[in-house]
């Protein structure tokens, strides 16, 4: 008859190496901090709202909306001098390249 194995009763139970765990109780830390962070910041928003008075309410909204104009007006000419920068560089490769290609005809006749 075959023997039956059995584990040792004495044999404490494994455990993982609590450096193998770190990275997930870290992970999970942070994203309990962040999500506290957006209670709180929430929190403050809604109390300032409440204790800010329509002038000063619309005068915060009067200046958010002029930086965000200004900001888009910015992009917008960079953007623009950007492609004309381009278009110029362009035009001057193909004045040269014209130049050299026509000295070339010249110089063969």
Partial sequence: MKDIKTKEARRAPKLKDPVSRMPKNLMREAVLRTKQKSRDIYEIETSRDKKE???????R????AGQQSASMTARAFTTASQS????????IGEGIRGKSAAEDVQNQT
Avoid: G
Avoid at 84 to 91: E, F, Q, R, V
């Fill in 84 to 91: 004309i920068a381009k278009k110029s560089c362009k035009k």
């Fill in 53 to 59: 008075s329509p002038a000063e309410y619309s005068h």
């Fill in 61 to 64: 909204k009067i200046e958010s």
